[in-house]
């Protein structure tokens, strides 16, 4: 199992919001940056928010992070059919001093 | 542009060592606060974070896998290479390489499909 948890699916009609949840602990999530990664199917990873809340470059506002204590969160609004995709949370987790990943959560745009 | 790409064999026998090498351009590896890192997602599974160097050297390495890696770099060559200890079939994996920078994995490899079975 993961050390950061996600939920396996989550699932919204076309232009409707959804939010993805991740949760950890104090040695990552609650004092270490969160990043967000996009997967589409077949293809690698591809980050979609840094450092918590920031959107890199090419990414539409569309997208947004927070986090609050031990746990991060995901948001998408104005769901296109075009996000569906398979999507993980990363830190840094310094009691292990490695990165660790949650264990991803499948977005259907129904 | 920032890109890398990963080489290495399609399949390893098992208990054979694995090695893979990460190529880069568009950056590198001497400037202060970037790092190469490895990651691997088994088929139809989560990604796994397994090794990343630094600029100045520093390694760290997955917990569970510490025993088995080794993960290196040649600046001159723009080359990041991970070696991987006693396969097994439960290593069968793509294997991404993607560049650290601001606290994330800002650019990743295509990634490789490695096979390991007898």
């Known amino acids: 199992q993961s050390v950061l948890t996600q939920p396996p699916s989550v699932s919204a009609a076309p232009g409707q919001r959804v939010t993805i949840s991740c949760s950890g602990s104090?040695?990552?999530?609650?004092?270490?940056?969160v990043s967000w990664y996009q997967q589409l199917p077949g293809t690698a990873p591809k980050f979609v928010i840094y450092e918590d809340n920031k959107r890199p470059s090419g990414i539409p506002d569309r997208f947004s992070g927070s986090k609050s204590g031990t746990s991060a969160t995901l948001g998408i609004t104005g769901l296109q059919t075009g996000d569906e995709a398979d999507y993980y949370c990363g830190a840094w987790d310094s009691s292990l001093s490695a990165g660790v990943f949650g264990g991803g959560t499948k977005l259907t745009v129904l | 542009q920032i890109t890398l790409k990963e080489s290495g064999p399609t399949l390893v026998r098992p208990t054979q060592t694995l090695t893979l090498t990460c190529t880069f351009s568009g950056f590198s590896l001497r400037t202060s606060g970037l790092g190469v890192g490895w990651i691997r997602q088994p088929p139809g599974k989560a990604l796994e974070w397994l090794a990343l160097i630094y600029w100045d050297d520093d390694k760290y390495y997955s917990p569970s896998l510490k025993s088995r890696l080794t993960i290196t770099k040649d600046t001159s060559k723009n080359h990041v290479v991970l070696t991987m200890t006693n396969t097994d079939p439960v290593d069968t994996a793509t294997f991404y390489c993607?560049?650290?920078?601001?606290?994330?994995?800002?650019?990743w490899g295509q990634g490789t499909m490695v096979t390991v079975s007898s």
């Open positions: 104090t040695s990552n999530i609650g004092n270490n940056f």
């Open positions: 993607a560049r650290q920078a601001r606290n994330t994995f800002d650019v």
